[in-house]
């Protein structure tokens, strides 16, 4: 791409930064549906404990928590309690008109490595935010939102992040290995870990991307965001989740419901996710996410009106925890897309965690299924 454009992106990025804070980012983005759908997920209740009776403490929050971490821990399978070294190394890098990006490599579990892009601003001023963007089901992978591949610019959003100053790593998933197809990746994957998930990998994955970017000495550890778009929005999803060091999260068009899309398939949770006497669906996920930030994208394809019921079962756990200005979503309603209206909304809810609101909020964070 010419110098003009990517100066063009860089400067739309930092003229953007300068509108955050103007409005109320909560009202905007917690707003239903209107009308609401006629059919909406029957979503168990959050805030009841086992014997039915409400839960209106934090401490009893913190008990009923721990039972959902357990059971999806049970059914995701059980992560490594020690992690391999990372044994990083940078295979090439490009030195762009304003940020640099590097190929880089680094061991998952011992003798298992992946590799994905790294783009750093160019002199960037004490340590930096800093995002993994996970990429969608596009056959460049982990090329297109580093802009290697450059042929959908609405999907380079590690351009655009890169722009607005932070530090982003774009790993390959898994199931991109070469010369294989899904299934077969994902098999190969589990080989040494048979009680795994297909998304308990690529959960983990995003583990050891949070483990590199806290190694670098240009980022702020204690400001670390996560987004993906379609498959990369399932990857953020199980990320936050198990992981408390993502302060930050933005889902657009996974299909946040269960039955919303391909979470059957084995590269995901498998048939066993359709088992009628377990009580399992995505909102628990969220809850394991709150009081962190979390925003849904939605445009009418993998996730539409009816996603709003998972935003609202989970936003009696925000406000319990003091943190209702945390969660929220949007229908653009472009379909299968991340369209200007969605970047915009994208942007700003991570330029507002990431960026603006003081670390301290932080200290009402909870463990994620994996506390590092």
Request: with cysteine; net charge neutral.
């Amino acid at each position: 791409m010419g110098r003009v454009i990517w100066t063009a992106l860089f400067l739309g990025g930092a003229l953007s930064c300068a509108s955050i804070g103007r409005r109320d980012l909560s009202s905007d983005l917690q707003r239903p549906p209107d009308p609401l759908p006629k059919e909406m997920p029957r979503l168990s209740p959050l805030l009841v404990d086992a014997t039915g009776s409400p839960v209106t403490t934090r401490e009893g929050w913190a008990r009923k928590r721990e039972t959902l971490r357990r059971s999806w821990e049970e059914f995701l399978g059980v992560f490594p309690k020690e992690k391999a070294p990372l044994e990083a190394q940078v295979l090439a890098r490009e030195d762009l008109p304003t940020f640099t990006r590097e190929h880089v490599k680094y061991q998952i579990v011992k003798g298992v490595f992946t590799d994905g892009y790294l783009l750093t601003p160019k002199d960037p001023k004490g340590k930096r935010p800093a995002v993994v963007v996970f990429h969608p089901t596009v056959a460049t992978h982990a090329r297109q939102p580093a802009g290697v591949d450059s042929s959908n610019p609405d999907l380079m959003i590690g351009v655009h992040l890169v722009a607005r100053g932070y530090v982003v790593l774009c790993p390959r998933c898994v199931i991109f290995d070469e010369g294989a197809t899904y299934a077969e990746n994902v098999a190969k994957a589990l080989e040494n870990h048979p009680a795994w998930k297909g998304m308990a990998r690529m959960a983990y994955d995003g583990l050891r991307a949070v483990d590199y970017l806290q190694s670098l000495p240009q980022v702020n550890p204690e400001r670390i965001g996560g987004i993906g778009h379609s498959l990369g929005a399932k990857e953020v999803l199980y990320a936050a989740a198990i992981d408390e060091r993502y302060r930050a999260a933005v889902f657009s068009e996974g299909g946040i419901g269960t039955r919303f899309s391909n979470w059957d398939a084995i590269w995901y949770l498998g048939l066993e996710i359709w088992d009628p006497d377990a009580d399992r669906e995505h909102h628990q996920l969220l809850s394991l996410i709150a009081p962190r930030a979390f925003l849904l994208l939605a445009g009418e394809s993998a996730d539409n009106d009816q996603s709003w019921a998972f935003i609202q079962a989970v936003l009696p756990v925000y406000r319990l925890l003091g943190a209702e200005r945390n969660i929220g979503w949007l229908n653009h309603r472009s379909g299968h897309r991340y369209p200007p209206a969605a970047r915009a909304a994208a942007m700003e809810f991570l330029d507002h965690h990431l960026i603006e609101s003081p670390l301290q909020n932080d200290r009402r964070r909870l463990p994620g299924l994996f506390t590092p």
